[in-house]
């Protein structure tokens, strides 16, 4: 007995009977092995033929269960319209590629596609049927769906730790592994006068004076040099009207996965009559 397919195909007096037969054997092999849902259709889009992955995917027993049944049946009712579109689409320019679809299964289950189809044509080039290949991409659709809540709760965190710092009294600063100011909150411009956008890049001793300088980087770099986070390092500085003032810092470090320094983030506050308060970053 013939496949439904075999009998739909039509010959093309180019090719010799020998030819034929081997075309439409290796297409035979190809349809029925596919992994991949394939469907063949006339142009009113009533099943003409499906292999296996086909009738697997829509949660059928057997391809006579799908043969004769309107493709459109198979599409979700919201889709279905945009569905029809396309499908006349096909027909008139030959083929469609990468149309996301949601399909139905015989329980009634929705189900996330991506279809390419293209129109047969005969000797005279017309067309007469629609071959589509319809792939699962549900688990894909669900993996966006995940990245796109992960990256939205990464955004309102940001928000978050951002309005958390950027309202705290003490001044947080992040520098790179050269020492350069790479973030520095609201507070500087209350602690130092200075604009937190003119001082990215800068060293936080560049508004030391000289004499001070050598002797303030040496201590720092040397504290920093230990991976481990510290606490209540108390300093002299100069506020931006070169006054001094009596500060306390914290830090922590923060590490690729190589183990290579990318920053360091610390917290940086005034320490009025020189009293010394308890603090401790760690975020």
Known sequence: MKHATDEKLKTNPSMSKNELASSRDKFRTLFESSPIDMVLMDLEGNIIDINDAGVELHGYSSRNELIGKNCFLLVDEEYREEAKIKWLEAISLGHVKDFELALLKKDGQKFSTLVNASCLRNSSGESYAMLAIVMDISERKKVEAALRRSERS?????????????????????????????????????????????????????????????????????????????????????????????????GVPFYDEMKHLIKRRHQTCMLPNHIKKQRCLNT
Do not use: H
């Not at 411009?189 to 030391?208: R, T």
């Open 154 to 250: 990464i955004r309102e965190n940001k928000d978050k730790f951002k309005a958390l710092i950027e309202t705290n009294v003490d001044f947080i600063w992040e520098m790179d592994e050269k020492g350069k100011y790479t973030y520095c909150s609201p507070q500087m411009e209350k602690l130092w006068n200075l604009k937190p956008g003119e001082m990215l890049g800068k060293s936080p001793f560049d508004i030391l004076p000289l004499d001070m300088r050598e002797t303030a980087e040496n201590i720092f770099f040397r504290l920093i040099e230990n991976p481990q986070p510290f606490n209540n390092l108390e300093a002299i500085s100069l506020d931006g009207k070169g006054n001094l003032i009596n500060i306390e810092i914290s």
